[in-house]
Structures are given as C-alpha cells and as structure tokens.
C-alpha cells in the first residue's frame, strides 16, 4: 500500500506504505502509515494520492473520502478482473474533468458531480 500526501505538487510529498509488518519503507521521506487508513486520511490536511491499489480506493470510497478519480486507461481487452466501481457499491456522481490521450493511453479525470 502507497499513499501520497502532497504539499507543494510533488516536490512536497511525505508518502505512508505498509504491507505485512514491516515498519520501515524503502522510500525516501516515507515512513509507514499511522493507525488505519480512513482516520489516516481524515487527519490529512493535504490531498491524498493513491496510486494501484484497488482494495484501498474501495475502503476510501465507502467512507466517501475520494473527491476526484484519475484513471489511465489502456485499450487492452482482457475479459476479466475487478471493477473500480462494483455494481453492489455504493451510487456515485461524477463528471469528467479532463480527457486526453498519450499515444494509446487515454488520462481522465472525473470528480464529484455538482448539486443540481
């Protein structure tokens, strides 16, 4: 598990991980994470940047703790694996903020959808 908490862009990022028991992490100005995830991020003043983790997404959205999505997405066809949005997971509204393609690759960003 990786978690970025970012300052000034990335020049000023602490990053938290943890996996097994281990208490160190090879990353430098990273250390591991405090207590459970969701008061983690509850206590964090910055944005929070979760990058390849399915299970910890699904434990930030059940809290209602993501505020925007950043997805890359490659046209690869596997007919397989788990969805970032389970049909029996909770309702979300949102609407894309940005799209642009990079070669093959398509970033999208979607946020919150605005009350309407």
Not at 20 to 47: H, I, Q, Y
Not at 79 to 95: K, N, S, W
Not at 100 to 115: I, S
Request: glycine letters at 12%; one cysteine or more.
């Amino acid at each position: 598990m990786y978690l970025n908490a970012c300052g000034d862009g990335w020049s000023g990022y602490h990053g938290c991980g943890g996996s097994g028991s281990s208490r160190s992490t090879p990353w430098p100005n990273s250390g591991p994470l405090d207590g459970d995830l969701t008061s983690a991020v509850k206590r964090e003043a910055r944005d929070v940047v979760v990058m390849g983790s399915l299970d910890i997404v699904r434990q930030l959205m059940t809290e209602d703790l993501v505020a925007e999505y950043r997805l890359m997405t490659f046209p690869t066809i596997l007919g397989a694996g788990q969805r970032l949005f389970p049909a029996d997971g909770p309702h979300r509204d949102l609407e894309c903020v940005s799209a642009e393609q990079v070669g093959a690759l398509v970033l999208t960003r979607y946020g919150r959808a605005a009350a309407r």
